[in-house]
């Protein structure tokens, strides 16, 4: 039985969320996306080796937002985006996680997210003890992941996860 899952949002404005319900204590570990400053100028990438890090403290399925070119978004900020993706990608199969992906309109439909800010609202009620965590504009990366992983918690385990274990 999966004890707790992880949720990405990709990107470097995303965040890694480990989500474990308990009757008790719901645990919902939130992370911003790692990233390193890349030269002098305002611009970073993500940390495969800070990603890595804090995904191997559960070894957990993790479902990773699947993403896709946005109209009127450049060909350099797509081409970081698709970078950050892969590592966050190269990550978990180094770690042999099993992974998942969720389109933004699957999660967000059966997530009950609607509007521009609903996943922070979303996160905010169905998390009530982590409200703190998205309450700024800013945080909409932390309620998407954590919405992504309670999706993942939800909704089912992976196939990959169900091929693992029909191998051993």
């Not at 995303?14 to 645990?27: D, M, Q, R, S």
């Not at 993790?62 to 900020?77: C, D, H, K, L």
């Not at 770690?95 to 992906?101: E, I, Q, T």
């Amino acid at each position: 039985m999966i004890q707790g899952v992880w949720g990405i949002d990709v990107g470097v404005s995303g965040a890694l969320v480990y989500f474990e319900p308990n009757p008790e204590n719901t645990i919902a570990e939130i992370y911003d996306m790692p990233v390193l400053q890349v030269g002098n100028k305002n611009k970073y990438t993500v940390s495969g080796t800070m990603v890595a890090d804090i995904l191997k403290q559960h070894d957990a399925p993790v479902w990773i937002e699947m993403v896709s070119a946005m109209p009127n978004q450049g060909v350099t900020s797509m081409f970081n985006f698709g970078r950050s993706f892969g590592v966050i990608i190269g990550c978990v199969d180094t770690l042999n996680y099993p992974s998942n992906f969720v389109t933004p309109r699957t999660w967000q439909k059966a997530m009950n997210v609607s509007g521009k800010d609903g996943s922070r609202q979303e996160a905010m009620k169905r998390l009530p003890k982590h409200f703190s965590q998205f309450t700024r504009k800013k945080d909409n990366g932390r309620s998407d992941a954590t919405l992504i992983a309670m999706y993942g918690f939800i909704y089912g385990e992976s196939v990959e996860n169900r091929v693992r274990q029909q191998a051993t």
